[in-house]
T-cell receptor, first 114, second 109 residues
């Protein structure tokens, strides 16, 4: 079975641009969460979507937005990119809300902002 | 606010040693605790999930324990191998998942 997939693998943008990152969950999983991991730190929670509705949001500015589609795939959008947005962006899926079940992570998208 | 701390930040051991990685958290009102492995520049691989009502979980050479009352978890790796070299992250699940900064493990042949 295919795991969580993310695209693109790597991305280079300049300050002020916007970016869209994509995630496909494991088949049958209804929850998708997004995390930002800066080099040398643990991942930080950005968003969770469950059954196409936003279920949680971390401490990130409004420049960050996301959505989940009817097929449970998800997009993370970041506007007005800053140098500090350079990070590995991870997507995770789970069968349920993730409160009691395992979250499975994708390989991530490495975003570099110049 | 939940804070998750992992000690040590880095660890280097010779092959074959048994080792313990530590994770502490400040708020015991968690749903579960999960241990992950991360290879350089890669995503996270789930190793073990301990529900809040459980005390430990085992998978092969790995054993994880959870003591909610003291806010601690340990990951025990038996008979370490060079292939175990990676960063190990613990995360606690509240309404969202909070991660520690990880322990970078190097197992020398």
């Amino acid at each position: 079975d295919a795991g969580v997939t993310q695209s693109p693998t790597h991305l280079i943008k300049t300050r002020g641009q916007h970016v869209t990152l994509r995630c496909s969950p494991i088949s049958g999983h209804k929850s998708v969460s997004w995390y930002q991991q800066v080099l040398g730190q643990g991942p930080q929670f950005i968003f969770q979507y469950y059954e196409k509705e936003e279920r949680g949001r971390g401490n990130f500015p409004d420049r960050f937005s996301a959505r989940q589609f009817p097929n449970y795939s998800s997009e993370l959008n970041v506007n007005a990119l800053l140098l500090g947005d350079s990070a590995l962006y991870l997507c995770a899926s789970s069968l349920g809300t993730g409160l009691i079940d395992t979250q499975y992570f994708g390989p991530g998208t490495r975003l570099t902002v110049l | 606010k939940q804070e998750v701390t992992q000690i040590p930040a880095a660890l280097s051991v010779p092959e074959g040693e048994n080792l313990v990685l530590n994770c502490s958290f400040t708020d015991s009102a968690i749903y579960n605790l999960q241990w992950f492995r991360q290879d350089p520049g890669k995503g996270l691989t789930s190793l073990l999930l301990i529900q809040s009502s459980q005390r430990e979980q085992t998978s092969g050479r790995l054993n994880a324990s959870l003591d909610k009352s003291s806010g601690r978890s340990t990951l025990y790796i038996a008979a370490s191998q060079p292939g175990d070299s990676a960063t190990y992250l613990c995360a606690v699940q509240e309404d969202d998942m909070r991660f520690g900064a990880g322990t970078r493990l190097t197992v020398k042949p």
